[in-house]
């Protein structure tokens, strides 16, 4: 039962498939850009019980595969990984996870509120930006309405390691239902993400982008 499948093209045209069998682990294939299988399906996440939904990925300058997903098994978190393809032998067979891992399954955000429907790019420098849907309210300000939230990750691969640049940070916080967001960096590695809303009795698309070179919110 495979299912929730998301897919990317890297520079050399290959491309690259991930998604759930059965919502219980995350599977990456490869392909050529004839359709030759260059990595057959192979599991992705670590052994263990899991309920996986709405997988997303991206792929960055040096070919590296980023996927973001939510496991609801417990505490819902949001989770992260990299992947070096190229690592593996490309003939068409299953890799493994740790052949392909330049980071493990990292946690982003887990807490006991519910979050889902993440979403990643990657920025010209490698770091990368994941935005996600999360019932969290620390304050208890919006009568448990879903809000938008952001964090800002800086692999490391030498460590197998993603350092948190920005933490979980609430993004136009308001008494309204969110979903469904997306996100895309520009050639000047600004973070545009969209969303809808139902502020104002309506749903809506809201549109917002973060200029990290003076760390200001434009609306």
């Known amino acids: 039962s495979d299912t929730q499948v998301v897919s990317a093209t890297d520079s050399a045209g290959n491309i690259h498939f991930v998604f759930t ?15 030759q299988t260059l990595i057959d399906a192979t599991q992705i996440t670590n052994a263990g019980l899991h309920s996986i939904q709405h997988p997303d990925m991206a792929i960055d300058e040096q070919d590296r595969i980023h996927v973001t997903w939510t496991d609801k098994q417990g505490q819902h978190s949001i989770m992260y990984t990299a992947l070096r393809p190229y690592d593996a032998a490309l003939d068409g067979s299953i890799s493994d996870d740790v052949t392909l891992s330049a980071i493990d399954d990292f946690e982003v955000s887990s807490r006991s509120e519910n979050r889902d429907y993440p979403a990643i790019a990657v920025d010209s420098v490698g770091n990368v930006h994941i935005v996600w849907i999360d019932h969290y309210d620390e304050l208890e300000l919006y009568y448990s309405q879903s809000q938008l939230y952001y964090s800002m990750l800086a692999p490391d691969y030498t460590s197998n390691y993603a350092n948190e640049m920005i933490d979980d940070t609430i993004l136009a916080p308001s008494v309204s239902q969110k979903g469904n967001p997306d996100i895309e960096i520009d050639a000047n590695d600004k973070v545009h993400i969209v969303w809808d809303d139902t502020r104002n009795s309506e749903v809506e698309f809201t549109f917002i982008f973060h200029n990290l070179s003076n760390s200001k919110y434009l609306y």
């Open 21 to 35: 069998r059965s919502n219980l682990h995350l599977y990456y294939k490869m392909d050529s850009s004839s359709g």
